[in-house]
């Protein structure tokens, strides 16, 4: 069993950056693949970044390429991800995720975090 808490969300304007951290629970956190989707008001819920578990292989949205990061600190049980040049249409809540089997499709995790709020202003 793992549980799952994100924090560092907040409003920021656009250029600017946030960190998302994800605390997990539980000693097989470190065998899950890692992830964060996003849910706007009145869209699904979409992939944004993710990292394996063993390799730590990374994985990205197009729409945040190049300018998030995912990052895990397997001794602190701990997610990240690094929000840079964040746009108004970033604005949603960011979810971290967990699975044993990687994808990019939110209905194959396991584990999912409570939410936090991200709001971008232009």
């Known amino acids: 069993q793992v549980q799952l808490v994100e924090s560092g969300g907040g409003l920021v304007q656009a250029g600017g950056s946030l960190r998302l951290s994800c605390a997990a629970s539980?000693?097989?956190?470190?065998?899950?693949?890692g992830a964060w989707f996003r849910q706007a008001p009145g869209k699904e819920r979409e992939f944004v970044g993710a990292?394996?578990?063993?390799?730590?292989?990374?994985y990205y949205a197009d729409s945040v390429k190049g300018r998030f990061t995912v990052s895990r600190d397997n001794d602190k049980r701990t997610l990240y991800l690094q929000m840079n040049s964040l746009r108004p249409e970033d604005t949603a809540v960011y979810y971290c995720?967990?699975?044993?089997?990687?994808?990019?499709?939110?209905?194959?995790?396991?584990?999912w975090g409570q939410g936090t709020q991200v709001t971008v202003s232009s």
């Open positions: 990292i394996t578990s063993r390799w730590s292989n990374l």
């Open positions: 539980g000693r097989t956190f470190n065998t899950y693949h």
């Open positions: 995720a967990a699975t044993s089997t990687f994808s990019r499709a939110p209905q194959t995790y396991d584990y």
